[in-house]
């Protein structure tokens, strides 16, 4: 069984930029779970998508938004990027039991 | 709103030595508890699911165990190695589907 695929897996982007960042989870999963690690901040939940519906939602500003497509595969946009917005995003693929399978991430760096 | 708590922050222990990790939680409302590892730099990887109405989750070297009523998992790893240096945590899901994740213990195991 394939694992959760993120692309890309490294970003460089400038402030002000915006960005797209795509997440496959596993076949036959319905649920996506979004999330930013920082040092200084640990792992934060930015959102959460069950067939194509946002069913949670962390406290980011409006500039994190998300989408789930029908073949549950999902996205994350930042926009106006910020320096502060370097970060490794993780994304999580749920099980019909809720257990969550993690992806490697995806390294972004704002400068 | 769902605290979660790991302590110790960090811990460092002869290779052999069992290894007991904390992790506490305010809301004993829970759907489940999951414990992941996480190399520096890497995705979190999977170890145990317990759902609510289980006590314990045993795979290999590895035991996990619920307390819903006092709020408490604790992660038993026997007879550790160098290769079970890594961050820890734990996450909890309430009912509402919502995630909360400890700030994690890292583990060095001295060789």
């Known amino acids: 069984k394939a694992g959760v695929t993120q692309t890309p897996r490294y970003l460089i982007k400038t402030r002000g930029q915006q960005v797209t960042l795509s997440c496959s989870p596993i076949?036959?999963?319905?649920?996506v779970s979004w999330y930013q690690q920082t040092p200084g901040q640990g792992l934060q939940f930015l959102f959460e998508?069950?067939?194509?519906?946002?069913?949670n939602k962390g406290n980011f500003p409006g500039r994190f938004s998300g989408r789930q497509f029908s073949n549950s595969r999902s996205e994350m946009n930042v926009s106006t990027l910020e320096l502060g917005d370097s970060a490794l995003y993780l994304c999580?693929?749920?099980?019909?039991?809720?257990?969550?399978?993690f992806g490697p991430g995806t390294r972004l760096t704002v400068t | 709103k769902q605290e979660v708590t790991q302590i110790p922050a960090a811990l460092s222990v002869p290779e052999g030595e069992n290894l007991v990790l904390n992790c506490s939680f305010t809301?004993?409302?829970?759907?489940?508890l999951q414990w992941f590892r996480q190399d520096p730099g890497k995705g979190l990887t999977s170890l145990l699911l317990?759902?609510?109405?289980?006590r314990e989750q045993t795979s290999g070297r590895l035991n996990a165990s619920l307390d819903k009523s006092s709020g408490r998992s604790t992660l038993y790893i026997a007879a550790s190695q160098p290769g079970d240096s890594a961050t820890y945590l734990c996450?909890?899901?309430?009912?509402?589907?919502?995630?909360?994740f400890g700030a994690g213990t890292t583990v060095t195991v001295r060789a």
């Open positions: 999580a693929s749920n099980s019909p039991l809720e257990e969550q399978y």
């Open positions: 076949s036959g999963h319905r649920s």
């Open positions: 996450a909890v899901r309430d009912n509402d589907y919502k995630l909360s």
């Open positions: 998508y069950f067939s194509e519906t946002q069913r």
């Open positions: 809301d004993s409302a829970i759907y489940n």
């Open positions: 317990i759902q609510s109405s289980q």
